[in-house]
């Protein structure tokens, strides 16, 4: 009955979590490219355009702090809110895997335990270290689980952050040269 009752709150907040709104983005300032042609001489022809003066993205974007709480009670949904569609997946798979893992060894520990109490004679000390074995898969599993949910909120909560930057196209480029020695030169390059 009290388990019950301690699962209430936390349904009530994913609740009202899920219905809080999404902010929108305000409208981008051209004024950087402004200021420069004003105050530094500079024209935006010039230079190739600056960084700042790139439009914000206009998807919707979730409150960090709602993606950290979404991320935190559901798997992949701080995600999902951010719309990092494979990045959920993997997180789901990930946290759903070793939150069963869990459950497995904390009900085989339960049963060693179980298992070495009524046992009596030689068989305790076999019995004992099942235990002690199952246990400690138990609290390893655990730590992998809190650890991969303290990762996912804080990656919920920094993606909802960043979202609000400006995205530039990301550009890959080849260039073959030929060389004086009867060589080829490649550079790869990725700007980012």
């Known amino acids: 009955m009290t388990g019950k009752l301690l699962l ?19 409208t981008p300032d051209p004024g950087f490219s402004a200021y420069l042609r004003a105050y530094a001489g500079i024209d935006e022809n010039q230079t190739g355009g600056h960084y700042a003066d ?11 702090t709602v993606a950290l709480f979404k991320s935190m009670f ?47 004679g030689s068989t305790q000390a076999r019995l004992f270290e099942e235990y002690q074995d199952a246990r400690d898969q138990r609290n390893r599993f655990g730590w992998y689980t809190g650890v991969l949910i303290f990762l996912s909120m804080f990656d919920a909560y920094v993606d ?12 890959v480029t080849i260039n073959v040269t030929p060389t004086p020695t009867e060589y080829v030169h490649i550079n790869f390059g990725y700007s980012f």
Do not use: M, W
């Open 8 to 26: 209430l709150p936390v349904i009530i907040l994913l609740l009202l979590v899920a219905q809080a709104p999404a902010q929108t983005l305000p």
């Open 160 to 171: 909802a952050h960043l979202a609000q930057f400006p995205r530039q196209q990301e550009n």
């Open 54 to 64: 790139l439009p914000q993205d206009s998807i919707k974007t979730q409150n960090p």
């Open 74 to 120: 559901v798997p992949g949904l701080g995600q999902i809110g951010n719309r990092n569609y494979i990045k959920a997946g993997v997180i789901i798979a990930l946290e759903t895997t070793l939150i069963g893992t869990y459950i497995h060894y904390y009900n085989k520990t339960r049963d060693r335990e179980d298992a070495f109490l009524a046992a009596e």
